[in-house]
């Protein structure tokens, strides 16, 4: 089976200033969106209590949130979780926070033993916890950043790897946009998501740039456009392909991965579907802006690429 | 096309061979089992399994196996039922002594388990559990350690002859006031001497104000005691829980992570963490006879009867406490400089000392106990066999000595071996007043939310390997076998890795499964579409095969690489469920790299390598 006959000739870098250009725009926007909208964090980074409960018979959320204003947490959010019997409550965290008798409080407030109410889960989290896991999100992504980009100045040249890292950052940001203006749950898990998107993603790159090396090389008459256009042509369909079982594999976690990973997912494959777009107009289209000559590439003994193994 | 090297093929076949016994215990299953193990930690003897046999009979329940497993003594059976009553046997038959704990026991057979073979360690999302982090209250412990010194600093310049004018505590400073310089300087070489743990400077602006705060390096080393006498008091406590495969971990520089897998109660396990251990130090009577008042039950009055931790030898103790817990400053294990014997080295706080200075003086020559107490939940037996929860004093003598001259603030307990006095100092550590802990992070799931999350995460694998499969065979025809082939097998050295590291597999851990399955197919797409486009380009088969894993390699390499940085860094930085999800995802790419490349080129060359005239591949 396949997609296309021969090699498509899609003038890609045509666009290559509005791509920027879109790119930049939509950053900025997202970074407003993050400064004013903000993300919806889970307990892992704000801290506060989260109880699954699951009820032998179906439940009026009304009568829970009164039970728990009862017991004194007014401040609740209680909502149907898949069914009409599962039930899950936040707490926002609590003054006297290192208290973790809250877990136990609240089980008695339902009236766990009377009602038959099984637990499903307790997450109890100190406001303390979560911002240093916020910290350590950033910094994470800060080291990821770094490691990848002296990685590629290794094995390419500078101006590829500032290419490679504005896409990392374009996309962990439009993903991040995604989940602001959509509202999914931020937590550790989705965390994890973006991270793995940011690999991702530069793999992506990383092989646009393996050709644009090994063309440039061979052709020495293209000019630097023909070459990333005949570059990113080549590995088009590979790029479809990959993306198609990526996301065969996500689809599957989506429906049938529950509710942990549902999240995660979801980031992902949006993540994915970006990054498809990032690695043609992003990356190598800063590369390009910046300046990338046959010269930067050539090996010192011009014979290298063709003996490698 | 020229031929592959038959050692690639043999060690493509080792690896395949070692990965799948490796990765074998996971098919096994568990069985529902009772893990036996001594408090102390010491392994059991063999004969330990008559014991067990004994108390099987009575209620006639015939266990499966009944063996050794390392340092524990492992009954397996055949229901769940047998099981729980067979627990409840056994606890009644062996005591308190003893930790007896539910278990599911992996089946796998001895041969493999000797080959250091064993299942992947679950999560405790996936297997239902309770998850605790402590976080040690370091503060409280340096504001007592100074509020120690601004009592006992005036008190020993008194003795000193060294006059003060005033004194008082100022923020984490303890303050001093003197008349002149004289007296200033006296105190001040006084106390660099005998307070090497203090910091002296002079208030600013006041040349006869002298502040003495505790160095850096002191208020460490208060801190990781504070966090050590927690973490072994935790320990111990945990111990006592009878929970299989328990973590009490330290992390970071004041947090203790607590795992116990299966435990749904937590309101039982908050009570035992928050239990209390004190320690006395207490004066033996010695003109009673603590064996006939063991006998009779009869104890003379002013006397409390005592039975030492190892061994059960009665005392019988003063009931005037000498010093307590609360007072130890630091107790380390160490050699004694004049007999080259191992020893413990304690020091106590100014109060302690004094008494301690008091009691010794008069007492030289006699012996003197450490009698150890705890308040904790127990299950007892009552006589139809229920049991019954209820708060228990215990109190073990752990260590009597003789006192062999008069000392204060620092003594050593000599005439120890070496492993005793490791144990004593640990003793001394776990029963001191330790630093108060908070709960700051709680996490408990229900067994069946962790039944749900492995069932779903297991369906979302099998529904995601077989779209994948489905579209690569479709797709890339006899090639798409090979990259599916080789994708199995990188599941399986995926597996294999896991089992072998005993990284704990979680939820996030299966979506980095799922995930690492797309992103290792990607390997084989990039090489096959470079074999179709040097196919399109007129090339022969064999050379196109050979071109287009020669030139894929290199790309796959980088592309690999950079991901794998990303998840270094996330095993590097990220905690719990994010580490595990890295270690998959890290482990995923480094066998992609081997079984997309070597695998599948492998099975390339077996099956076209040997056809001279070739036209096309079934690659379309």
Same mark, same amino acid.
């Given at each position: 089976? /396949? ?5 498509? /000739? ?27 909208? !903000?993300? %919806? ?7 506060? &209590? ?34 009409? =019997? ?15 008798? &809250? ?12 009602? #038959? ?47 490679? &890292? ?17 509202? &999914? ?13 940011? !690999?991702?993603? %530069? #793999? ?18 293209? #000019?630097?456009?023909?070459?990333? #256009?005949?570059?990113? %042509? =080549? ?22 991965? !529950? ?51 | ?48 399994? +008559? ?83 402590? *976080? ?5 412990? @340096? ?14 310049? @008194?003795? +000193? ?32 001497? *005998?307070? @090497? ?20 390096? *002191? ?17 111990? @406590? ?65 006397? *409390? ?240 095969? +050979? ?74």
């Amino acid at each position: 089976m /396949k997609f296309f006959d021969r090699v498509p /000739k899609i003038d890609f870098m045509a666009q290559r200033k509005t791509g920027l250009w879109v790119s930049s725009l939509l950053t900025i926007g997202v970074v407003l969106l993050l400064a004013f909208r !903000g993300l %919806n964090f889970g307990i892992d980074f704000t801290g506060g &209590v989260l109880v699954e409960v699951s009820y032998p018979q179906t439940v009026e959320l009304e009568d829970v949130r009164q039970r728990l204003a009862k017991a004194g947490y007014e401040r609740n959010t209680v909502q149907f979780f898949g069914t009409s =019997q599962d039930v899950l409550i936040r707490l926002p965290p609590a003054e006297e926070t290192s208290s973790a008798k &809250v877990s136990s409080n609240i089980l008695e407030a339902l009236g766990a033993a009377e009602q #038959n109410i099984q637990l499903r889960r307790i997450d109890f989290v100190g406001p303390q916890v979560g911002e240093e896991l916020t910290e350590k999100g950033a910094l994470a992504l800060i080291f990821a950043f770094i490691g990848i980009a002296a990685y590629i100045m290794f094995r390419f040249e500078w101006k590829f790897s500032v290419g490679a &890292v504005a896409a990392l950052i374009h996309d962990a940001m439009m993903t991040l946009g995604f989940l602001s203006v959509f509202w &999914v749950e931020f937590d550790l898990t989705t965390l994890a998501a973006i991270l793995a998107l940011i !690999g991702y993603s %530069n #793999n992506e790159t990383v092989v646009i740039y393996d050709r644009v090396r090994e063309n440039l090389i061979a052709q020495r008459r293209a #000019n630097i456009f023909e070459v990333v #256009n005949l570059s990113i %042509n =080549q590995t088009l369909l590979r790029s479809v392909i990959t993306h198609l079982t990526t996301l065969l594999v996500l689809t599957a976690l989506l429906l049938m991965g !529950g509710s942990s990973v549902h999240s995660f997912a979801v980031a992902l494959i949006f993540g994915v579907i970006v990054a498809t777009y990032s690695s043609i107009y992003v990356s190598t289209g800063l590369a390009i802006l910046l300046g990338i000559s046959r010269e930067d590439l050539l090996p010192p003994q011009d014979e290298a690429v063709d003996e490698l193994p | 096309m020229r031929p592959y090297a038959s050692w690639k093929y043999i060690a493509l076949l080792i690896v395949t061979i070692f990965s799948a016994l490796y990765a074998a215990p996971n098919l096994y299953g568990q069985d529902p089992a009772v893990q036996i193990s001594l408090e102390s930690g010491e392994a059991l003897p063999d004969s330990f399994g +008559e014991r067990i046999a004994t108390a099987l009979q009575a209620p006639g329940i015939t266990p499966t196996s009944s063996r050794r497993e390392g340092t524990h003594w492992v009954v397996r059976f055949d229901s769940t039922d047998t099981q729980l009553k067979a627990n409840d046997d056994i606890k009644r038959e062996l005591g308190n002594r003893y930790v007896v704990a539910l278990f599911q026991a992996s089946k796998t057979p001895a041969w493999l388990a000797s080959m250091g073979a064993k299942p992947m360690a679950l999560g405790l999302d996936l297997r239902g559990g309770v998850h605790f982090l402590l *976080e040690v209250d370091v503060d409280t412990v @340096r504001k007592k350690a100074i509020e120690n010194y601004v009592s006992e600093l005036p008190a020993t310049l @008194r003795k +000193e002859g060294i006059r003060y004018t005033g004194r008082r505590q100022n923020g984490d400073a303890v303050v001093l006031e003197f008349a002149d310089e004289a007296k200033l300087d006296a105190a001040r070489r006084f106390i660099a001497k *005998e307070y @090497r743990e203090l910091a002296l400077q002079n208030a600013p602006g006041q040349p006869l104000v002298l502040e003495a705060r505790i160095t850096d390096v *002191e208020a460490k080393r208060i801190q990781d005691f504070a966090v050590q006498q927690n973490l072994i008091t935790l320990r111990n @406590r945990v111990n006592q829980l009878g929970v299989a495969e328990p973590v009490v971990q330290k992390q970071g520089a004041n947090r203790i992570l607590v795992q116990l897998p299966g435990v749904q109660d937590t309101t039982r396990v908050k009570e035992l963490l928050g239990a209390t251990a004190t320690l006395e130090y207490r004066a033996v009577v010695q003109d009673a006879d603590a064996g006939s008042a063991a006998a009779t039950g009869i104890v003379p009055p002013g006397t *409390e009867l005592f039975y030492t931790r190892e061994g059960h030898i009665p005392y019988l103790l003063n009931k005037d406490i000498i010093a307590s817990g609360s007072q130890l400053v630091n107790a380390q294990p160490g050699i004694d400089q004049q007999s080259g014997t191992p020893m413990v080295s304690v020091t106590l706080d100014g109060q302690g000392a004094k008494r301690m200075f008091d009691f010794t003086s008069k007492n030289v020559g006699k012996p003197m106990a450490v009698l150890f107490r705890e308040r904790q939940v127990v299950t007892t037996y009552n006589a139809k066999g229920e049991p019954m929860r209820e708060h228990r004093d215990i109190d073990q003598i752990i260590s009597v000595a003789s006192i062999r001259g008069v000392f204060g603030k620092n003594f050593q307990t000599t005439g120890l071996g070496s492993k005793e006095s490791q144990d004593l100092a640990l003793q001394l550590k776990a029963g001191a007043l330790a630093a108060p802990v908070d709960i700051v992070e709680e996490r408990t799931v229900g067994p069946s939310l962790g039944a749900d999350n492995i069932r779903q995460g297991f369906q979302a694998a099998a529904l995601g390997l077989a779209l994948v499969a489905l579209f690569m065979i479709v797709y890339y025809r006899v090639f798409g076998i090979f990259a599916i082939l080789a994708l199995a097998l990188n599941l399986l050295l995926l597996i294999t890795g896991l089992s072998l590291l005993q990284a704990t597999l979680t939820m996030p851990g299966i979506a980095g499964l799922v995930l690492t399955m797309g992103i290792a197919v990607d390997a084989n797409v990039l090489i096959y579409e470079r074999i179709r486009e040097e196919l399109r380009g007129g090339m022969s088969p064999a050379k196109a095969i +050979e071109a287009g894993y020669d030139r894929a390699f290199l790309t796959i390499a980088d592309a690999n690489v950079t991901t794998l940085i990303a998840g270094i860094v996330l095993i590097a930085v990220g905690a719990g469920p994010v580490r595990g999800f890295a270690v998959v995802l890290a482990l995923g790419i480094v066998a992609s790299q081997f079984t997309a490349i070597v695998g599948s080129r492998a099975l390339a060359h077996l099956v076209f390598g040997r056809r001279a005239r070739m036209t096309d591949l079934p690659i379309w």
